[in-house]
């Protein structure tokens, strides 16, 4: 059964503070996405990471994969507010493409 | 634009009461997804259909069946609510894998609560 770990589950940084957040999961898998939710709203695609090594950016978030040591990492650079919600972390685990989510992360950015 | 919709966004229903959730995509995506999504617990994935008349369960698929008789409408069926079943419900679709297409893309929600 494919687990899907992230940590930390809730992170407070002040504005213009570098970050990074983790996801291990527990079984082969080569597509790895990252999701953002704002309260009261539904998912948003970030990334999909479809291969080892693939890094992709978009803005102040940088996403990357290594599929030999089943990690995914989101980094966070000069943080501001508006980046504020909670970012989840998803594994292809079958062939009809279902995902298995972490628990996500609440990121709170302080001014 | 990818478009995925469901039915409502607030339900409240009575315990032992039948409940339809509907959920419509307008981007001819062959596999569509209900979930359910709980503080805590992430989403866990209640069932998956991957063609019209086709279903398959996901983790948590107890207390539920779905519905696929199109290709864009998946239907979430809760045969006899229960105040366990309380949770914020979404939908996604996806594209056939291997293409541009194969990201899920997610509903608003349905956030139901069985009293």
């Known amino acids: 059964e494919l687990k899907v770990e992230q940590n930390p589950l809730f992170l407070s940084m002040q504005e213009g503070k570098n970050y990074t957040i983790y996801c291990n999961y527990s079984?082969?898998?080569?597509?790895l996405y990252w999701y953002r939710q704002d309260p009261g709203k539904s998912l948003e695609s970030l990334f999909v990471?479809?291969?080892?090594?693939a890094v992709k950016q978009e803005g102040r978030l940088m996403a990357s994969l290594d599929t030999k040591a089943r990690l995914s990492t989101l980094h966070i650079t000069a943080a501001v507010h508006d980046l504020s919600a909670t970012y989840f972390c998803?594994?292809?685990?079958?062939?009809?493409?279902?995902?298995?989510f972490g628990s996500g992360t609440q990121l709170t950015v302080l001014p | 634009d990818v478009k995925v919709t469901q039915s409502s966004r607030y339900l409240v229903k009575r315990t032992g009461e039948k409940v339809f959730l509907e959920c419509v995509q307008d981007?001819?995506?062959?596999?569509m997804f209900w979930y359910r999504q709980d503080p805590g617990l992430g989403l866990r994935l209640i069932y998956f259909?991957?063609?019209?008349?086709?279903?398959e369960k996901g983790d948590i698929p107890e207390g539920y069946s779905v519905s696929r008789e199109k290709k864009e409408r998946f239907s979430l069926i809760l045969e006899s609510a229960s105040t366990n079943q309380t949770s914020m419900y979404l939908c996604?679709?996806?594209?056939?894998?291997?293409?541009?297409?194969?990201?899920?893309?997610f509903g608003p929600g349905t956030r139901l609560l069985v009293l």
């Open positions: 996604a679709s996806s594209g056939h894998p291997g293409t541009m297409k194969e990201t899920q893309y």
């Open positions: 079984t082969t898998s080569d597509r």
């Open positions: 990471l479809l291969s080892n090594g």
């Open positions: 998803a594994v292809d685990s079958g062939s009809a493409r279902q995902l298995t």
């Open positions: 981007m001819d995506h062959e596999n």
């Open positions: 259909s991957y063609d019209v008349k086709m279903k």
